[in-house]
Nanobody, 124 residues
Framework: RVQLEESGGGSVQSGGSLRLSCVSDYTNDRNCMGWFRQTPEKEREGLAGIGGGGSTLYADSVKGRFTISQDNAKNTVYLQMNSLKPEDTAVYYC???????????????????WGQGTQVTVSS
């Protein structure tokens, strides 16, 4: 079983930035990872996915504002969030899946492994 641990959440004012980190205890260059978020009012939303080769895919809601990246040496994936808005307030989850996978399959949400989540709050 792969364990994922998120960090970096917190409170920020509208227009600010945060960087989320997700450390995995399993290294495989062919794994895929991604980020989702959820609020009590909305269904879980896929935000960004990254494949083992570094290819990425973003949801329209965050394209141009959020950037997903990975550091394979540190078994870590990041989500850089800029120009944050109050509607970005949610619990953010890291997710991972094993090969065969792609950023597209990650954003489809049927991933095997999920972190516990980290709260992001954006105030106006």
């Amino acid at each position: 079983r792969v364990q994922l641990e998120e960090s970096g959440g917190g409170s920020v004012q509208s227009g600010g930035s945060l960087r989320l980190s997700c450390v995995s205890d399993y290294t495989n260059d062919r794994n895929c990872m991604g980020w989702f978020r959820q609020t009590p009012e909305k269904e879980r939303e896929g935000l960004a996915g990254i494949g083992g080769g570094g290819s990425t895919l973003y949801a329209d809601s965050v394209k141009g504002r959020f950037t997903i990246s990975q550091d394979n040496a540190k078994n870590t994936v990041y989500l850089q969030m800029n120009s944050l808005k109050p509607e970005d307030t949610a619990v953010y989850y890291c997710t991972a899946d094993a090969f065969p996978c792609s950023p597209k399959t990650v954003l489809a949400g049927l991933n095997r492994y999920w972190g516990q989540g980290t709260q992001v709050t954006v105030s106006s």
